[in-house]
């Protein structure tokens, strides 16, 4: 009996595997930079079937954004083995799960496009990434973050088409509490990219169209031409704004001879099937950076 688990900043996916039988769940998402172990702990004490399961789950593979150092990995794992008393942990970037969830037996550019954005390399035995990612107030290009932002801004300096501006104001939004969330509450990530829901209720609008469009684009040029095979291979995407976008992704794409193999909104299943088919061999390298692009 295992899990593998695939959790973003805002929601974690769970499959339980008991022999032929698979269970799902789900709960929040977990974040080292943003989730303490208290508040993790509080969660799955909260989820009943987890709570249900715990004592007989042998083994956990964690895929996590924000999972992006030992140090990072040790504060997830410690948790999960303190709630699963018998369970062997394993904790790796969300990068890793979005590489193998994707992967077709060709190399491939894999990029997630949720709530945040970053994007890797992988050849079948290598994950290499050649720039960072620099999370939401420095980057997050692309991201569920970065169209909230513009929704805010531009709510605030009044600049947005009407339809979008009234919708903000029905949900009684103000310039205190915006900076409240944004400033003083915790996640303010997930909360600023929530508001991406009505950038996509309103996409056909000219604004919305140049906002995406545009987002795109500067992800396409930070996150995916850094590779220089970027044209050879084919550009995967995970993630809920790049399926729920995927008509201007494709478009953005096109115009950049980049040829898209797959986009999937959340890649547990593939995950899962990538265990069952792989547990027990040894994991893939994981190169955080490839510093030799930046000499």
């Not at 104001?169 to 997930?190: C, H, W």
Request: aromatic share 10%; charged share 25%.
């Amino acid at each position: 009996m295992f899990l593998v688990v695939e959790s973003g900043s805002t929601k974690a996916d769970w499959m339980l595997i008991d022999n032929d039988k698979h269970s799902a769940y789900s709960t929040k998402g977990f974040n080292p930079y943003f989730h303490s172990q208290e508040d993790i702990l509080i969660e799955l004490n909260e989820h009943l079937e987890l709570d249900l399961i715990k004592d007989r789950v042998q083994e956990i593979f964690f895929y996590g954004a924000g999972c992006s150092s030992n140090v990072l990995n040790n504060e997830i794992q410690t948790v999960l083995e303190t709630f699963f008393i018998n369970a062997k942990v394993t904790v790796d970037h969300d990068l890793a799960a979005c590489a193998f969830a994707c992967y077709n037996d060709t190399p491939q550019i894999a990029c997630i496009l949720g709530t945040g954005s970053n994007s890797c390399h992988y050849d079948g035995k290598t994950i290499s990434e050649a720039v960072p990612a620099l999370s939401y107030i420095l980057g997050d290009e692309g991201s569920g973050s970065y169209f909230g932002k513009a929704l805010l801004s531009g709510f605030l300096y009044k600049k947005l088409p009407n339809a979008i501006h009234q919708e903000l104001s029905q949900m009684g939004l103000t310039k205190d509490q915006i900076f409240e969330s944004v400033y003083r509450k915790p996640n303010a990530n997930v909360y600023i990219a929530s508001f991406t829901q009505v950038l996509i209720r309103n996409k056909d609008l000219e604004y919305s169209q140049r906002i995406i469009k545009e987002g795109f684009q500067k992800f396409i040029d930070i996150h995916v031409k850094c590779f220089p095979d970027y044209k050879k291979c084919e550009v995967n995407f995970v993630g809920s704004v790049a399926s729920l976008l995927q008509k201007e992704l494709k478009e953005v794409c096109a115009e950049n001879e980049i040829t898209i193999g797959t986009i999937v909104r959340r890649p547990l299943e593939r995950l899962v099937a990538y265990h069952k088919n792989l547990k027990g061999l040894s994991r893939t390298n994981f190169i955080k950076e490839d510093t030799s692009r930046l000499n």
